[in-house]
């Protein structure tokens, strides 16, 4: 090992510190094994703490028809039958607990009368099942875990980015990893490793994802040789802010149309009555009154239009922009203002009122919000084992939204708190069973480390005048104009020969400065990941000729059931990727039944 | 919409200087969106720790024109067009780069507090909690740890009582667990010895400055001064303690 370096071994290292990474490290303590938790920023500003309507669990306090059958089918119809159907059970069974535990934990739910966690409605849902705090879910749970985390005897790694893992013939051995703060090199050496990192929202223009989300851990799992699948499946949230340009994409709650909130376009229309789709008309209302009534008595009303799944209003959204009736700045409008009283939307949807007011001048209790799809979250990731969460190579772990299946082509609002916390449990034990069953020495192959390092430092060295920030911003304006929620075969060609130039010029990015806490060399850095799940997208894109879920071609509009029954699963081979489809795993009749129950 | 001059600080522990540059904007544009725009065109390494931009996750803390301040939420037409806007790192940490410190005091106290000791729940296994009775501490829980409050409070800014001195930060989430209805641990010399409130003197620069508007005087600090008062001055209330042999488990 050259000089320099710091080394640090772990029997379970776990790269995020988000929510699923939190739950996997204090997991993985509880089984005695010795822990490192990687944060590339800041521990407790992970993208977590962004969250906000609720984590999704059948708890059956205010709707005790609940359970977890309902969820399951909600979660498996949701994603338009493509999941994995043993993480869906799975996730719908073990929720409940994930959240009485951070209850144990310190965490405050907001409250039913009788002093139970209250619980909220969202899209796709059948009953109101988001465990929440107002509309800071988020925050409540990354810091319950944080403070849990701290007295677990974890080491933590904060502003530490792992650009490379390492391996010992197939099985990864570690990973090797840079300091922001100083810029030193880090080498961690570990029996199993845990993917917790998240998506890769970066790779958009209007997103509501931070500079983190840069599709790191599908990179370096896709790199270590391990399979990605649904990577054609992103998820553009119906609600961003779109006005004034530097909030655009910043995320407004499901909860606001969870609390009331309704959609309308420029003639006060509420158009979402008029894109209730086939497979979900049994289910939703089809009339105004009956909407509105449903908030209050479900057993005798249906689901409004407002609250289908997320890929259903954001292709709305988007029918109505183009037909000319959009707001001023290129979205619709969401309203709870004329639905909801000022103090009930100030309670209920508190950083919704602070965010408004202070970054657009709206008085959310007065007038209504613009709003427009935002890129937000990516259904597909590392392929896993559901039971273990390992990847398809020994020692690999991944969890969260890096990890891909439950979520099948859409996911369920709500769904993603619980999935960090249902599979981040899950990846921290069994990285500890694995760890505490592996035999014979831990030995990184010669020469990885030095290779890695030579590639990070390039960019100080190099003649070339290519500027970081401005490839970040090519790469994400291709992939909004080509690679966005409505999709054709030419154009998905085209981003992918935009990306092969941009990979041509990454390769000539020089950065000024020195390497403590240089931000040109981060952005430099976080390209190669960024560059390679671009691609991914766009090549998965191309293979699946059908729309279904956050997938949708123009030249293919409808879904295909013969689609319906595989995976696109990528590859890396001979420095390429390559592209296969696998049959999704079969569903065993009882579960079949319940996904196609109507109601 | 016009061009601003930013004043930034470049440098680091060895020393730096406050460095013009000439910045055009947009509506809508907060401070940290016009040192993206630096970064990205004018000075590639300016150093700046961000996440959310949406005032979610307190990483963007800084010294806007003096004032202790999240950049993400700073809007640019809070101030008159054409006017030098300065923007420094928190004087309070130890400086990394530019505008990023060094906040692992923060972590280190963090460390020190005892966490939840939970009571048994009720006959069904479950733990019943009123809104009313949780309304207070979730105001606490609505701390992003930005740590401005840390940044501003002078006991920890001027007098360099690091040592022997949670901050403001910490009274919340001692506050938070003093009055958490689950928590079965008796905080209050732990509040008073190693947090060591008696130190504050209520000057309440830090509820000032809370981005989350969170009451950190009135509603966290004041109420553990007066529980520790009641528990340590009042005399009837020290012998009972000394008779019992204290009522809650000690903290630490």
């Excluded at chain 1, 239009?305 to 409008?333: N, Q």
């Excluded at chain 1, 879904?559 to 081979?573: S, T």
Aim: aromatic share 8%; with cysteine.
């Amino acid at each position: 090992m050259a000089a320099g370096y710091e080394t640090h071994e772990h029997d379970v290292i776990i790269v995020g510190a988000g929510g699923a990474g939190l739950r996997a490290a204090i997991e993985a303590a509880a089984q005695g094994v010795s822990v490192g938790l990687i944060c590339k920023s800041l521990l407790g500003k992970a993208h977590t703490v962004m969250a906000e309507g609720g984590i999704a669990a059948a708890l059956g306090n205010v709707w005790p028809e609940d359970n977890w059958r309902v969820h399951f089918r909600d979660t498996m119809r949701g994603g338009k039958l493509l999941n994995n159907w043993r993480m869906a059970q799975l996730h719908a069974q073990e929720a409940p607990d994930r959240v009485l535990e951070l209850e144990r934990w310190g965490a405050l739910f907001d409250r039913t009368r009788d002093g139970r966690i209250l619980q909220r409605d969202f899209g796709g849902h059948r009953y109101a099942r988001l465990a929440h705090v107002g509309d800071r879910t988020g925050l409540e749970m990354i810091r319950t875990l944080q403070y849990h985390a701290i007295h677990q005897g974890i080491d933590v790694y904060m502003e530490t980015t792992v650009v490379e893992l390492l391996k010992d013939g197939d099985r990864v051995c570690g990973a090797f990893a840079y300091r922001r703060d100083r810029g030193d090199f880090v080498v961690f050496k570990a029996k199993a490793v845990v993917l917790a990192t998240g998506g890769i929202g970066k790779a958009w223009t209007v997103t509501s994802n931070s500079w983190e989300y840069t599709g790191d851990g599908h990179s370096l799992a896709l790199w270590a040789g391990a399979d990605l699948i649904d990577m054609e499946f992103v998820q553009f949230h119906p609600t961003g802010m779109v006005w004034p340009p530097s909030v655009r994409g910043i995320l407004v709650t499901e909860g606001v149309r969870g609390d009331g909130g309704t959609l309308r376009n420029n003639r006060g229309e509420r158009f979402m009555f008029r894109y209730i789709p086939e497979y979900f008309k049994a289910e939703t209302a089809d009339n105004e009154l009956e909407a509105d009534r449903w908030y209050a008595d479900k057993s005798n009303n249906r689901r409004t239009p407002d609250l289908l799944p997320r890929d259903e209003v954001a292709r709305a959204i988007v029918a109505e922009v183009k037909a000319g009736r959009g707001s001023p700045h290129g979205g619709v409008f969401l309203d709870i203002s004329t639905r909801r009283p000022a103090d009930y939307i100030k309670k209920r949807l508190p950083s919704m009122y602070h965010q408004f007011k202070e970054l657009a001048d709206v008085d959310i209790t007065k007038e209504p919000m613009e709003v427009g799809p935002t890129c937000h979250y990516v259904m597909g990731g590392v392929r896993v084992d559901a039971d273990t969460t390992a990847s398809t190579v020994p020692g690999l772990f991944a969890a969260g939204e890096v990890a891909g299946g439950l979520h099948g082509s859409n996911r369920l609002g709500g769904n993603s708190l619980s999935d960090l916390l249902v599979f981040g449990r899950r990846a921290g034990l069994h990285a500890a069973l694995y760890a505490k069953d592996f035999g014979g020495q831990l030995r990184v192959e010669p020469g990885q480390t030095e290779s890695v390092a030579r590639e990070v430092l390039e960019p100080f060295a190099r003649g070339g005048g290519e500027n970081p920030y401005a490839i970040q911003h090519e790469l994400q304006e291709t992939m909004q104009q080509l690679v966005g929620i409505v999709r054709t075969e030419a154009e998905l060609r085209e981003a992918l020969t935009k990306l092969e130039l941009l990979k041509e010029r990454a390769k000539r990015v020089r950065v000024e400065g020195g390497r403590v806490y240089n931000p040109g060399w981060h952005t430099a850095l976080d390209l190669r990941p960024l560059l390679s799940v671009a691609e991914c997208s766009a090549l998965a894109a191309i293979e699946r000729k059908e729309s279904r879920g956050g997938h949708t071609r123009d030249d293919y509009p409808t879904a295909d059931p013969e689609w319906g029954k595989v995976n696109v699963v990528l590859r890396r081979k001979d420095g390429g990727v390559t592209i296969g489809r696998e049959p999704l795993p079969e569903m065993p009749r009882e579960l079949r039944e319940l996904v196609a129950e109507t109601h | 919409m016009p061009a601003f001059t930013m004043r930034v600080f470049r440098g680091d522990a060895a020393g730096g200087a406050f460095r013009d540059y000439r910045v055009e904007t947009e509506p809508g544009m907060v401070v940290l969106d016009v040192l993206h725009r630096l970064q990205a065109t004018q000075t590639g390494d300016l150093a700046v720790r961000w996440n959310c931009k949406a005032g979610k996750c307190g990483s963007c803390s800084a010294e806007i024109n003096g004032l202790p301040r999240l950049m993400c939420m700073t809007r640019m037409n809070l101030f008159a067009d054409g006017e030098t806007i300065t923007v420094a790192p928190m004087r309070t940490f130890p400086l990394v780069r530019d505008l990023v410190t060094d906040v692992s005091y923060n972590y280190e106290k963090a460390k020190t507090i005892a966490p939840l000791r939970l009571r048994p729940p009720e006959p069904d296994g479950s733990y019943r909690m009123m809104q009313e009775d949780i309304d207070r501490i979730q105001e606490f829980h609505k701390c992003i740890e930005c740590f401005l409050c840390q940044d501003v409070c002078h006991v920890i800014r001027d007098h360099d009582a690091k040592h022997a001195f949670a901050g403001p930060r910490f009274f919340i989430k001692l506050a938070s667990l003093e009055m958490h209805p689950l928590d079965t641990r008796d905080r209050i010399d732990a509040i008073r010895r190693e947090a060591g409130i008696g130190l504050c003197n209520i000057t309440k620069c830090c509820t000032e400055v809370c981005p989350e508007h969170i009451h950190i005087t009135d509603n966290g600090i004041i109420p553990l001064k007066e529980r520790m008062v009641d528990e340590f001055l009042d005399p009837v209330v020290w012998l009972l303690r000394k008779l019992r042999g204290g009522g809650k488990a000690p903290a630490s």
